[in-house]
Nanobody
Framework: QVQLVESGGGLVQPGGSLRLSCAASGISFSLYTMGWNRQAPGKQRELVASITNEGSPNYADSVKGRFTISRDNALDTAYLQMNNLKPEDTAVYYC?????????????WGQGTQVTVSS
């Protein structure tokens, strides 16, 4: 059974930092691209950052220079370090694991963790 378990969310003041973790089980973690997506109330889910199985990161323009995605294949865990947080970063953050096969795409999601940026 595949599980992605996010942790590290919470309430933080503007300018503060949080580190999200996504612990994976039931998959060959090192073969998957890991992503962090977020969904704010009334808005569509959007990709925040992703990192390939080879460690190449990609970021949404809105978080470049503030967020850093990383992974530890020995621990089957992905991270999202979020610095200089802004109120517009408030959302539920979801971890995603994806792997392209020849004729299929494997795609798994975590349950989400709330991040609230407010003074």
């Amino acid at each position: 059974q595949v599980q992605l378990v996010e942790s590290g969310g919470g309430l933080v003041q503007p300018g503060g930092s949080l580190r999200l973790s996504c612990a994976a089980s039931g998959i060959s973690f090192s073969l998957y691209t890991m992503g962090w997506n977020r969904q704010a109330p009334g808005k569509q889910r959007e990709l925040v950052a992703s990192i390939t199985n080879e460690g190449s990161p990609n970021y949404a323009d809105s978080v470049k220079g503030r967020f850093t995605i990383s992974r530890d294949n020995a621990l089957d865990t992905a991270y999202l370090q979020m610095n200089n947080l802004k109120p517009e970063d408030t959302a539920v953050y979801y971890c995603n694991a994806a792997r392209k096969l020849v004729l299929d795409v494997l795609n798994y999601w975590g349950q989400g963790t709330q991040v609230t940026v407010s003074s």
